[in-house]
């Protein structure tokens, strides 16, 4: 199965940061990688897929970059209700796989 | 819009089966454009895929789950299903089904908890 690693695996930032997560796949993955945030109680929410594209709904604020094993999430200007945890997935291979999460909190 | 909601037992005993389906609405279960799954959440823990069913019938389990998993679809009630057997307390967790297309997991449910417990 294809491993995905997530840094940091938290963060404190204050609203109006720009704040950057990175994914590593073990293998290449192409542009096959979507982001996810998770409230506390909630369900994920898609942010984007196919590493860049933003999800419909979702602020412009948000943006990925990458393909091959690398990966990048990139809030511009972080607001109070981007406070939530993160997780990247593959869809690479019909083997599913999650990053560990990245949390972001208010320092 | 297309919602998906999950529905079973929140206690299983351990070793028994966990049993949870997901009703679509607002859309047919039938398209060829998507597929669907389940994911499962451990408190305080991350996200972990459990299994996929396209309509096709194919079926893809976590390799880590596969002895004890079953997905199966009922396109006459809108429906699709999780059987996970022999359960102990390592599967208790919050389960999401979820819908994807080929851009990752694009709908889901608002998720159920499920406890195993005696």
């Known amino acids: 199965a294809i491993r995905i690693t997530q840094s940091p695996s938290s963060l404190s930032a204050s609203t109006g940061d720009r704040v950057t997560i990175t994914c590593r796949a073990s293998?290449?993955?192409?542009?096959?990688l979507a982001w996810y945030q998770q409230k506390p109680g909630k369900a994920p929410k898609l942010l984007i897929y196919?590493?860049?594209t933003l999800q419909s709904g979702v602020p412009s604020r948000f943006s990925g970059s990458g393909s091959g094993t690398d990966f990048t999430l990139t809030i511009s200007c972080l607001q109070s209700e981007d406070f939530a945890t993160y997780y990247c997935?593959?869809?690479?291979?019909?083997?599913?796989?999650f990053g560990p999460g990245t949390k972001v909190d208010i320092k | 819009q297309l919602q998906l909601q999950e529905s079973g037992p929140g206690l299983v005993k351990p070793s028994e089966t966990l049993s949870l389906t997901c009703t679509v609405s607002?859309?047919?279960?039938?398209?060829?454009?998507?597929?669907w799954g389940w994911i499962r959440q451990p408190p305080g823990k991350g996200l972990e895929w459990i299994g996929s069913?396209?309509?096709?019938?194919?079926?893809y389990y976590n390799p880590s789950l596969k002895s004890r998993v079953t997905i199966s679809v009922d396109t006459s009630k809108n429906q699709f299903s999780l059987k996970l057997s022999s359960v102990t307390a390592a599967d208790t967790a919050v389960y999401y089904c979820?819908?994807?297309?080929?851009?990752?997991?694009?709908?889901w449910g608002q998720g159920t908890m499920v406890t195993v417990s005696s």
């Open positions: 979820i819908r994807a297309g080929s851009d990752a997991f694009d709908i």
């Open positions: 069913i396209y309509y096709s019938g194919s079926t």
């Open positions: 607002g859309g047919s279960i039938s398209s060829s454009s998507y597929y």
């Open positions: 196919a590493a860049s």
């Open positions: 293998q290449g993955i192409s542009s096959y």
């Open positions: 997935q593959q869809y690479y291979s019909y083997l599913f796989t």
